[in-house]
């Protein structure tokens, strides 16, 4: 509801290990390569695969920057880093992957089985039926102390 929504804040993540600068540096989503213009929404069983990511700016969509994907394979997909906010106060992660043109679109975490990958849907139920070995999965921050 509103109060959750309230309670959520937007966050990067990063990568703290630097060793391969071509991939990225942030924990973003890259499209899959089924999903046909880099468009999520209700109806589609369309996907984004969650992984190593270059930056990109809030609310522009998915842009041709370098991924893990991209260096390991060569298929030349696009990707968006600026997904994710978090509750305050349970650590909850929710990602919000933007279409090309702007249009926001909320989206379930589901951890895909036979390709051994985190993975994003905006229609838990297209994408279930479509692959069937996917199950939801909740990513929580827990914070660890400093010293």
Do not use: C
């Amino acid at each position: 509801g509103p109060r959750q929504r309230a309670a959520r804040q937007s966050i990067e993540i990063t990568n703290g290990n630097d060793d391969d600068a071509r991939s990225g540096k942030f924990f973003g989503a890259v499209v899959s390569e089924f999903t046909h213009g880099s468009i999520l929404g209700k109806g589609n069983k369309s996907f984004t695969y969650l992984t190593r990511v270059g930056e990109t700016k809030p609310g522009v969509g998915p842009m041709g920057v370098g991924h893990a994907i991209k260096t390991h394979t060569g298929l030349n997909l696009k990707a968006e880093s600026s997904i994710w906010t978090a509750n305050q106060f349970t650590g909850e992660l929710a990602a919000v992957w933007t279409n090309p043109g702007g249009a926001p679109v909320e989206t379930e975490v589901f951890y895909y089985k036979s390709k051994n990958a985190l993975a994003l849907s905006s229609d838990p139920g297209a994408f279930g039926s479509a692959h069937k070995d996917a199950v939801k999965v909740t990513l929580t921050i827990i914070p660890k102390p400093l010293y």
